[in-house]
Structures are given as C-alpha cells and as structure tokens.
C-alpha cells in the first residue's frame, strides 16, 4: 500500500455506461494527478489538480470529468467512452513544493484502475 | 500497472551482473529528474532522484547519472536480482507552481536466473 488507494482495480463498462474512478490519498498531499497508461502511449498527464483547483486539463476529451473535493479525494467520472479509452489510470499525489518549501518532488502513485470499454 | 501490449525497449541480464538503463529526456530546462519501477500490477514507484545541479547519486544498489551537455540520464542497478524484473521509467520535472512530471516511454528489464 503506496498511501495512495484507487477503486475500483478493474472495471469493465459499456460505451453507453457511465462510471466513476475514485482515488484518495492519505499522504497529506495537496496535489493530485489522473494519468492514462496504454499499449499505445504509456503514462499520459490527463489532468492536475493543486490545492483542490484544476490546473492543468491536457487536451483531454470532455467524456473524462474529474474531480476533486477536497486535497484527500480525486474522482474520475466516465461517459460514452471509446474502446480505445481501454487503458490503466493512475492516479498519483504529491506534495506542492511552492507552497510548503518541501524538497520532495516525486508523485506517489496508486495502484490503478484497469479499464476495459466494451 | 503492467504495460501489456506496449512495445517497449527490452534488457535482458543474467542475474548478478550489473544493469544500466539509459534515457533521453527532452526540456534543458527541466531540473530535476526520477527514475521510477513499475511492476506487474502496480503503480510506479519511486526509486531515486536527482537535481539538475547534481551529475550522479547513489542509493541502495542503484546509481543516477545525469549529463546535462547531451541530456542524458541512466540508471545503474548493481548486482541485480530477479526481483529487479519490471518496467523503469525516467520523469522529467517542470517546477514552479506544482510538480509536473513528464515520463519517458520505458524500458523493460529481464533478469534471467
């Protein structure tokens, strides 16, 4: 266990289905990120979020909703997805460094969603 | 967290020997870099760092190079084990505001008995 806790670890849906991807860290963290990994291009930044507000959206398709309610918690609400959105998403946790002077620039990673759309 | 299906670069060592994974990063001005593993079903995970005002650093087995002139970064794994056997990924870091972290595509390293 990373401190970083995805659900669910696989995920089979529907093109016409709509899901959601939880990740929560207990890190105390303040930055989170939702990553894509597939056979075609490994470890795509899809979007980031520092201190609970979306900073980056990384020109990705308006059926991917994200989330984030608080520093803890990231959500990634799926609707009409593409069989080539089968992939494995990563979320991952990090501390800002701007805002608390830390050193450590690493994400911490969990342990991804596998997803396949049928 | 295995990328199955990706056609990744492969190194194959016999057990014992020494390892080094090599990678190409892209922004001159990145200034730090991670070297992460990731293993069949997980997440990656953290290995080692290195600032870009740094040219090597040494962990537990492992080592990072950094060559700034040809924006070169390796990794060096002595004596590797079986347990070594997953997928590496170099990151770039673009700091400022938050830690963004661009990753290399990977290469696999298979330690054979």
């Known amino acids: 266990e990373t401190g970083v806790t995805q659900t669910p670890r696989h995920l089979v849906m529907g093109m016409t289905n709509k899901k959601s991807l939880k990740c929560e860290q207990h890190?105390?963290?303040?930055?989170m990120y939702w990553y894509k990994q597939s056979a075609k291009k490994p470890l795509e930044l899809m979007f980031v979020y520092s201190l609970e507000e979306r900073v980056e959206n990384n020109s990705v398709p308006s059926r991917f909703s994200p989330e984030c309610p608080n520093s803890s918690h990231l959500f990634l609400h799926l609707h009409t997805l593409q069989p080539e959105d089968s992939a494995l998403y990563l979320c991952?946790?990090?501390?800002?460094?701007?805002?608390?002077?830390?050193?450590?620039?690493?994400?911490?990673f969990g342990s991804g969603t596998r997803l396949t759309v049928v | 967290g295995e990328s199955v299906g990706l056609h990744l670069p492969t190194l194959s060592v016999q057990e014992g020997d020494n390892s080094i994974i090599n990678c190409a990063y892209s922004n001159s001005a990145s200034d730090y870099f991670i070297w992460y593993k990731q293993e069949s079903g997980k997440g990656p995970q953290f290995i080692i760092d290195i600032r870009s005002n740094m040219d090597k650093r040494q962990g537990q087995r492992v080592t990072v190079l950094l060559n700034k002139t040809v924006k070169h970064l390796s990794l060096q794994i002595a004596a590797t084990q079986p347990g070594d056997s997953a997928v590496y990924f170099c990151a770039e870091c673009f700091s400022g505001g938050y830690n963004k972290l661009i990753f290399g595509a990977g290469t696999r390293l298979a330690v054979h008995p």
């Open positions: 890190l105390g963290h303040n930055a």
């Open positions: 991952a946790s990090s501390q800002d460094v701007t805002q608390t002077g830390t050193s450590h620039y690493g994400y911490t």
